[in-house]
């Protein structure tokens, strides 16, 4: 070893070692930290719960108003597990399901119904990735405008459908199509899921993602870009739509504020 290189050594060494006493200070910072921002609050929330006993406890759980908002909540999400799920993990447990070694792959060969490597696969693929921006803009919407037009509607004697098409449509009608038109553009561009559940049949099972994947890996580039040239099309007329939708939907808002209840 020569002597700079023994020389640097040392006093890389005692660069990267501090005293005893900085890193204990660093580490009480931090557990201080983390003490008064999580730990406290989260242990004073408990005990605040259990304060009365168990028992006042189990019954603010169980009373009917906070099983609905449980319900509630764990249906919100569900609503949004496709987003936390990769879109691949969706197209296999589809496969896993309706596949000829899943669940119902026996019965549903009994039957000859094919689901997996058809389109109805790809159907439900893209439904299950793409469902979730409906629910997410209507969900929120329903809960803000709450249920008095409903009640009223079946107070003076209309029935269900009656006042899905007459009270609840209209008050939801552009939540609902933001959220189809933003469900469709998710539906346009979807790979993972339906690369898994097509099979890759050409003039039968391949979307345009899919065939414009195909072309590329076969370095056929002019028609590859050609075909993502139409994906870019009906991106930005899904982006023009949603532009209006959004204004429309501003315009019909303010509108009604100035009418007043």
């Not at 020569?2 to 890193?23: H, I, K, W």
């Not at 959004?246 to 504020?257: C, D, I, M, N, Y």
Request: with cysteine; net charge negative.
């Amino acid at each position: 070893m020569s002597a700079t290189t023994s020389l640097r050594q040392p006093l890389r060494e005692a660069g990267t070692d501090e005293p005893v006493f900085v890193r204990l200070l660093l580490v009480g910072v931090a557990l201080t930290f983390l003490t008064l921002f999580l730990f406290t609050p989260l242990a004073f929330v408990f005990v605040q719960a259990f304060r009365k006993g168990v028992g006042i406890y189990l019954a603010a759980i169980t009373e009917p108003d906070a099983v609905d908002a449980i319900r509630l909540t764990l249906l919100v999400t569900l609503i949004d597990l496709p987003f936390s799920v990769s879109p691949v993990v969706s197209g296999l447990i589809y496969v896993l399901i309706f596949g000829l070694q899943g669940w119902f792959g026996g019965w549903l060969q009994e039957h000859e119904l094919k689901v997996i490597f058809a389109v109805p696969g790809i159907v439900l693929a893209t439904i299950f990735v793409t469902f979730p921006f409906v629910a997410r803009e209507l969900i929120p919407l329903m809960q803000a405008q709450g249920t008095e037009q409903e009640e009223a509607a079946t107070v003076l004697g209309a029935g269900g459908w009656q006042t899905f098409v007459r009270v609840t449509l209209p008050n939801i009608k552009w939540g609902l199509l933001y959220g189809v038109i933003l469900c469709n553009a998710r539906a346009m561009g979807e790979f993972g899921a339906v690369s898994v559940v097509s099979g890759h049949i050409r003039g039968a099972t391949n979307t345009l993602p899919l065939h414009v994947e195909i072309l590329y890996n076969e370095y056929q580039f002019a028609a590859a870009f050609a075909v993502a040239s139409l994906l870019a099309s009906l991106a930005l007329v899904t982006l023009a739509l949603k532009y209006a939708v959004e204004r429309r939907a501003h315009t019909s808002f303010h509108s009604h504020e100035r009418e007043g209840p």
